[in-house]
Nanobody, 128 residues
Framework: QLQLVESGGGLVQSGGSLRLSCRASGFRMDAYAIGWFRQAPGKEREGVSC????????KDADSVKGRFTISRDDAKNTVYLQMSVLKPEDTAVYYCAAGLTLEGNYCSLFVSPFWNTWGQGTQVTVSS
């Protein structure tokens, strides 16, 4: 059974840092592009960062560029999201998602059927 489990969320003060982890079980992550998405109360789910299967291509939303870094460790079947200089507007439930692809440099920040495996999410709360 394909499963993704996020961890690392919590409460942090504005300007602080957190590292989220997304661990896969039931499948090898190295054939999948991985994306991080977030959803704040009353808002639509949005793409934050994504990384291709090769790790050679990453994309970040404009709102997090220069502050968030996505990386992957396929040996550990885990993708990370390092978040720095956190702002109250980063408060949301963060989800990771996996999309199977043969294109080594593909990933997308759009919420689409490409992302067919989702985790349960982890809450990130940034206080001002």
């Amino acid at each position: 059974q394909l499963q993704l489990v996020e961890s690392g969320g919590g409460l942090v003060q504005s300007g602080g840092s957190l590292r989220l982890s997304c661990r896969a079980s039931g499948f090898r992550m190295d054939a999948y592009a991985i994306g991080w998405f977030r959803q704040a109360p009353g808002k639509e789910r949005e793409g934050v960062s994504c990384i291709s299967t090769s790790g050679g291509s990453t994309k970040d939303a404009d709102s997090v560029k220069g502050r968030f870094t996505i990386s992957r460790d396929d040996a550990k079947n885990t993708v990370y999201l390092q978040m720095s200089v956190l702002k109250p507007e980063d408060t949301a439930v963060y989800y990771c998602a996996a999309g199977l692809t043969l294109e080594g440099n593909y990933c997308s920040l759009f919420v689409s059927p490409f992302w067919n495996t989702w985790g349960q999410g982890t809450q990130v709360t940034v206080s001002s």
